[in-house]
């Protein structure tokens, strides 16, 4: 009886400024296509270097029904391939993290090197030619000690374009020379792009953050100027001249901080370094660092917070002493993973040179809190009643940047989709 | 392979007088057009006028993928609304029951009044306009203390129909100044029309319902004649010189008794006052009333049962003592949940009025076995041998009432609803 | 944008001697043809006479959505019917196992006798015709004490054939007199066709099975002769001449040894005896009797292992002192049960005759080692790039013939029934 409109109707007919239709937060057709346009063609991100810090060091991944296997190799180069044995299909690797020598299927005792050459297969006759059958790779590029995978087989052409722009910020926090603190998964009740959207304004920190405003200023996301008052004009202005002073002094320190975003790349992505309150320091309840043992070679530890997004599922937060990366990761229409990585100097030491709870608890806070606002958003647009609303302009431009990427990747890819695709071929590069 | 029959052609063939064929109970698109036809394009019961005693005393309700808002307002009237901000569409009040001043959006603090205008937004800029974004209304009307709602942009316009009938029957039992003693959720593990129909006769009673069948008589749902032996046939004529005389006297004191059925009506009803058994007081194991103090300013406990059925979802059980309000609610294609809420006195105090065990002990027994029953059945009809089955002429009357009206109610409204519906419209009044 | 492809595509262009495509292991369109084209109009296997010993002993079965009833009458014949009330469709029987005199619907009361016959409906009224509505039959055979049903009006007729084969294989154990030491239910995380695949090869055992290997050769299973070296082409001709020398003995004793196959069949099955290892008595660790009491009258233990496979859903294994049934029922595309049986000498006691633990311990390791590979390989074939991989022409021939025999059987019914089958009729017979 409901005619339903199509994904493609449904992206062309999107009002600009205002939140997407129900059907694109709630349809399961459309969590499929959003798993294989936008999560299976697209550069993601899903860890760091030092998730894999030492020779057969290995992790999985999981992008919907895909396991990717990433692994260090001798020559510290880092691989990443399907996690999926070429005989009959077994997983290879279960754990999230392992350290492991060959690649051997538990299944049958196929053996794959680290490079995926099959290079032994029991029972399988002289016939049988085992150069056909190594693991598929997949693309794997790393910025600045982050990693970033695409499982389509020609992946975006514009990665180096994000990594030639970001890396003169991030490189200088040597990621690849830190470790993972910490690392929790939470899942939120709501869809992926509610999720993304939360993460693109701070027009809800106000009323809901309490640990995340202490150090974070409410100016830096955008204001409506006629709104404010004498004193909460005074108050901007005085914001203003601390971010401008502490540029000044961070671009001596060889540390960008101007604001760059090319968020409608199909690589989208945005970063800039901004002051944070108080004593400046971190992200923690009283504004000062939360690892004695700052990051790099940093010797001062009032560097702001540097953030970095990225389209379709990261950002990021750097500090001088800890970073915290965040990963996106769609699980079903109205589940979404959000896997959280503390990250400090290698050499830091729990106990002696930071605690972990100290550590990690504005962002654990602040992470449950938008939890809680995400699930509330997915219950309400799965409502019939619901219509897009609009958004502000002053405060929720980068929700509006993240809908009109999401929409764009999607129409342009469900075209050369259409056009190119032969029937169940398989996505991943060969 | 298996050509499935479309739900006009399964509506169009059914056979009077048998059970529905299994799709109707079990398949999802059947469902889905139940919440959109029958859920919500009929009035349906949610709960009663003690729910929100106070101004500023809200409830919400669930009705499908809906959530609407029930609230009292500081003059007195319900007003309903549909649970979800105009701005990025976050649900507004999540606690089934609440008392608010303004409704305040938690996401961005966007606040509407009692009547659902918005009354502030902040950072929304000069240009926009407060007045096109208020909470959208429901429509809501009350019958004698119950509340009924309707979801679609015109209700059924014979509600009135039904007030007028029954107010004069309940009336009397003063429910706006009740209070509920005792509300459940109960979820049977069953197709909801299962659960209407197993509602709408007491063919079932006497081998399930050993609590429910002291105070209740068989002979008031039907019986087969020509089946009654001497000993039954003179204890049938007893029981209808019973319901004669009582009526007689109810009659005199203004509480009419005679049944009033107009079931197949949009807004579907019946009722009458039964005789009980034994003290013939109330719903309980020894027939005696579970409340000293009467509802209204009834002086004499003996005034029987005052049954109320509706189509689609509900039936209410009004004593001297008590009332007991069931609510219908499908949850899933084989899930269903049934709200049952015990009215008393709103001056009556538990322990010393009642106790609130032996208050709710017949109902709670009673539906927990009727759950069990509409799970057997549901289990039965999803069974490729399931074929329907015919009902009885003399005890299953309603049940094919029930069914004629669902048949009816749904054919009527798919033809209505294909020529009428654009695609995607939102089916809630504006 | 992807197009699938249909089930018939997937089935004509499986490529030979390779694992089947994933659709047809993990969409939802291929799992309820499954159900309806496999284990509706095949002979499946259900149970052992034993589970049902004496006169109005029943069980329940659950294929799919349906439930099926098995019940001995007084003239000691298995009878089965849908357990399904003719009346409003509520299941009779909800316990796996359970003695009864007449089948009694709790709903309604309606009463059937053991044949079936609708023996007392109250309420019904002089017209009603209690001779329509008896219970429906289905199809039931029993071979040398196992217990097969087909839910098809027509069951495929070469049930005769396999009956014929292989009771003198299996009859000499004397299953009707045995009684059942112990059951249980495994669900694997797998499609039902994995689970089949996993069976039909010891490829996997060496690596997988350290319980069940004691007392199994792998040679029994194949091998690549060229991949043997001098020390295990020795251990193979041993093995060989092992093999035909218990033959003879066996022959002489007048228990049948050689290979029967005819997988191909409708009613696809293959047996044969294979000696074991060590003491060369049974699938336990020490390689000896678990139970003291011999099957039947044998008075040697020393008989080896005779093994019975059956398409779709069964294999067993018959010793000296205990059998062992395992039957597969599907339950969706990714779950798969499996009913593991003991069965002992009748007489046989537990604790005096029998250690129930050793008794089991071999196949509940081996069966939770199978399902965890099986989940292994649900997961690796739900993934993009999973891709069908070739199998072992020397150990897994008994694979590639089950997936030849699934081919087959769906091909040629989905032809039938598009040809046949009238919308929405009932497959069971009537």
Redo the contacts between chains.
């Keep these: 009886?409901?005619?339903?409109?199509t994904v493609e109707e449904l992206l062309q007919r999107r009002e600009q400024g205002h939140?997407l239709?129900?059907?694109l937060y709630t349809r399961a057709d459309v969590f499929d296509?959003d798993m294989?346009?936008i999560f299976?063609r697209h550069w993601i991100f899903v860890g760091v270097e030092p998730d894999v810090p030492e020779p057969g060091d290995c992790m999985t991944v999981e992008v919907?029904?895909?396991?990717v296997l990433i692994l260090r190799g001798e020559d510290m180069q880092i691989h990443a391939f399907?996690?999926?044995?070429?005989?009959?299909?077994?997983?290879l690797v279960?754990a999230e993290k392992a350290t492991i020598g060959n690649i051997v299927c538990?299944?049958?005792?196929w053996t794959y090197g680290e490079t995926g050459a099959l290079l032994f297969a029991?029972?399988?006759?002289?016939e049988?030619d085992t150069s056909c059958?190594g693991l598929?790779p997949v693309h794997l590029r790393t910025l600045a000690g982050l990693i970033f995978i695409c499982?389509a087989a020609e992946a975006p052409d514009d990665f180096d374009r994000m990594a030639e722009t970001i890396a003169p910020y991030i490189g200088p926090h040597d990621i690849a020379n830190s470790k993972v603190a910490y690392s929790y998964d939470l899942i939120e009740e709501g869809n992926w792009k509610l999720t993304m959207?939360n993460n693109r304004e701070c027009?809800?920190c106000a009323?809901?953050h309490p640990e995340l405003t202490i150090p974070l200023q409410a100016y830096g996301f955008g204001?409506?100027p006629?709104?404010l008052d004498a004193f909460h004009r005074a108050d901007a202005a005085s914001y203003e001249g601390a971010q401008a002073s502490a540029s000044a002094r961070w671009t001596e320190m060889g540390l960008p901080s101007a604001e760059r975003e090319e968020l409608l790349n199909a690589t989208g992505f945005r970063a800039e370094r901004l002051v944070l309150s108080g004593a400046g320091e971190s992200h923690t309840l009283d504004t000062r660092r939360a690892c004695g043992k700052l990051m790099a070679d940093f010797t001062q530890a009032d560097l702001g917070a540097l953030s970095f997004w990225t389209q379709p599922n990261s950002w990021h937060h750097f500090m001088a002493d800890h970073a915290v990366t965040f990963m996106v990761m769609p699980l079903a229409p109205n589940r979404t993973l959000v896997r959280t990585k503390w990250l400090v100097h290698k050499d830091a030491a729990e106990g002696r040179d930071y605690d972990l709870e100290n550590l990690i608890r504005v962002w654990t806070a602040t992470n449950q809190q938008d939890a809680d606002?995400v699930a509330?958003?997915h219950?309400?647009?799965?409502?019939?009643?619901?219509?897009p609303?609009?958004?502000?302009?002053?405060?929720?431009g980068l929700v509006e940047k993240f809908c009109q990427w999401y929409v764009a990747r999607m129409s342009r890819h469900?075209l050369d989709?259409?056009l190119r695709?032969p029937?169940?071929a398989?996505?991943?590069a060969e």
């Design positions: 009886m409901t005619v339903h409109p939140s239709e129900a059907p296509l294989d346009v299976r919907g029904a895909s396991s399907h996690n999926v044995c070429r005989h009959r299909g077994a997983r279960t538990r299944y049958h005792g029991e029972h399988m006759g002289p049988f059958h598929k499982l959207e027009y809800h009323g809901n204001f409506a006629d709104e606002l509330l958003t219950g309400g647009v799965s409502e019939p009643a619901y219509e609303g609009p958004y502000s302009r002053f405060t929720e469900l989709a259409a695709m029937a169940g398989p996505v991943a």
